[in-house]
């Protein structure tokens, strides 16, 4: 008997890791901010949203903006590897459609990095407003973050999805290290790059996994603070195109695989 359905289950201690990094994430940021006079808006911009190029030399601003990533790796980076050693057998001698298997698990994983950023972001909103940080407008704060959660959140997915495709072929360890380094310089380059010339987007946009930075658009039409609407426009499309091609290159990968 085949399976027509493979249902998708949230592990309850995979979403209480990912509450509990939320907030001490968000409670980081406080932190690091805290005695300052910015407004709700640029706290909630400047926490994980955009990278400081003032001083993106120092590299920190840079591993701050990581952060998450880090941690969904942490909880997330080996979550199609453990499915498959877990249940292979069980899945693949019962039904053949490894295709819906594997957007079983894209989906799982989509909606994890989901929660944990919708998370984070009502953290940050609500300790923010806690520390004495005022909204100068809410409608703006409110589109600012949502705006930069979709493109943050899918520049995040796709780095999970692509650590978690390279560790049906290597060890996860090796293939969260290389993600990871490559992010790390690249958008420390692109930093550099961008604080010397902002005529450098045209090139930066093109870089894989360094569209979720908030307000380097901006930047570079000499609108520092502010967003472009012809950038996001392109970073979502980017990061959607991109998703589909490592989806597409995940199947190929799980149709290859032999189970047996």
Do not use: C
């Not at 952060?67 to 942490?74: H, I, K």
């Not at 940050?124 to 100068?136: D, E, I, K, N």
């Not at 930093?191 to 930047?219: A, E, R």
């Amino acid at each position: 008997m085949k399976l027509n359905r493979i249902d998708i289950k949230w592990e309850r201690f995979i979403l209480l890791k990912l509450t509990i990094w939320g907030i001490l994430l968000a409670l980081f940021s406080v932190l690091r901010v805290h005695g300052s006079n910015q407004s709700l808006d640029d706290f909630i911009s400047s926490a994980y949203g955009t990278i400081n190029l003032s001083n993106v030399q120092n590299v920190i601003p840079v591993l701050i903006w990581m952060l998450p990533l880090l941690v969904l790796n942490f909880i997330l980076g080996d979550y199609i590897d453990k499915q498959l050693n877990q249940h292979a057998v069980y899945i693949f001698t019962r039904t053949e459609k490894r295709k819906e298997w594997l957007t079983a698990q894209a989906i799982s994983l989509f909606s994890y990095v989901i929660y944990f950023h919708i998370l984070l972001q009502v953290f940050l909103v609500t300790f923010g407003y806690v520390s004495g940080f005022r909204a100068l407008s809410p409608i703006t704060m409110w589109g600012n973050v949502v705006l930069g959660m979709i493109t943050f959140f899918l520049s995040n997915i796709l780095a999970v999805f692509i650590i978690n495709l390279l560790s049906l072929r290597m060890n996860t360890v090796p293939s969260a290290a290389f993600i990871i380094a490559y992010q790390s310089v690249v958008l420390y380059l692109s930093g550099i790059m961008l604080k010397n010339s902002s005529s450098s987007y045209d090139l930066i946009k093109w870089f894989p996994l360094t569209q979720g930075v908030q307000g380097w658009d901006g930047y570079a039409e000499m609108r520092v603070s502010e967003f472009s609407l012809e950038g996001s426009l392109f970073a979502l499309v980017y990061l959607v195109t991109a998703l589909l091609i490592v989806y597409l290159i995940g199947l190929f990968v799980i149709q290859k695989r032999d189970f047996y």
